[in-house]
């Protein structure tokens, strides 16, 4: 395949514009993959910001005064997504069952069946929140969703999702951050 170079843009003025299924071609390092690493792609073609409300429900009844609508924040670099969202003062009132955030900008990238990633891992904060002690919290989606679940980490236990009863109502906050692979 012949590729042209260019080997010189000069002083920009203007935005680069590519065409559709062109990108920044990064075939020159294609040698420089880690060790036992197979490469996929060497094309850059994707790039997006963005914002993003994302809701905050449970699995078994939804709170009767409604989902709690966050505010959220999204880059997407190629198929690498980088979010940080935020949900305040919770509404659990009548709601039941484990803590579902649906509503994120992109599906998780579906699992080839190997489980080599079939769920990817991020940060929470938390205010009012009744989690055991010695535990961390951590945000996840599974693969193939756009629901995010908040999990407790216990030492030398399985990790349990936060359910409604651990929220107060109209006082729980959560600041989440999570990076996960799309399609």
Do not use: W
């Amino acid at each position: 395949m012949t590729r042209s170079k260019i080997t010189s843009l000069g002083t920009l003025t203007e935005n680069i514009v590519f065409q559709d299924t062109k990108g920044i071609d990064f075939s020159a390092t294609a040698n420089s993959s880690a060790t036992g690493a197979t490469m996929t792609s060497e094309l850059l073609d994707d790039y997006e910001e963005g914002t993003f409300t994302p809701l905050c429900n449970f699995t078994s009844s939804a709170p009767s005064s409604g989902q709690t609508a966050g505010k959220g924040l999204y880059t997407k670099i190629g198929r690498q997504v980088h979010c940080h969202f935020s949900l305040t003062d919770i509404n659990v009132s009548g709601a039941s069952g484990d803590i579902q955030i649906q509503n994120m900008p992109f599906t998780a990238l579906l699992d080839s069946g190997d489980g080599a990633v079939n769920q990817f891992i991020g940060s929470v904060r938390a205010n009012f929140c009744n989690f055991a002690g010695s535990t961390f919290l951590t945000s996840l989606i599974a693969d193939n969703t756009t629901n995010c679940k908040i999990n407790e980490t216990t030492d030398n236990a399985v990790g349990d999702t936060i359910t409604s009863g651990n929220c107060t109502d109209g006082s729980t906050d959560f600041l989440i951050s999570l990076s996960y692979t799309t399609a």
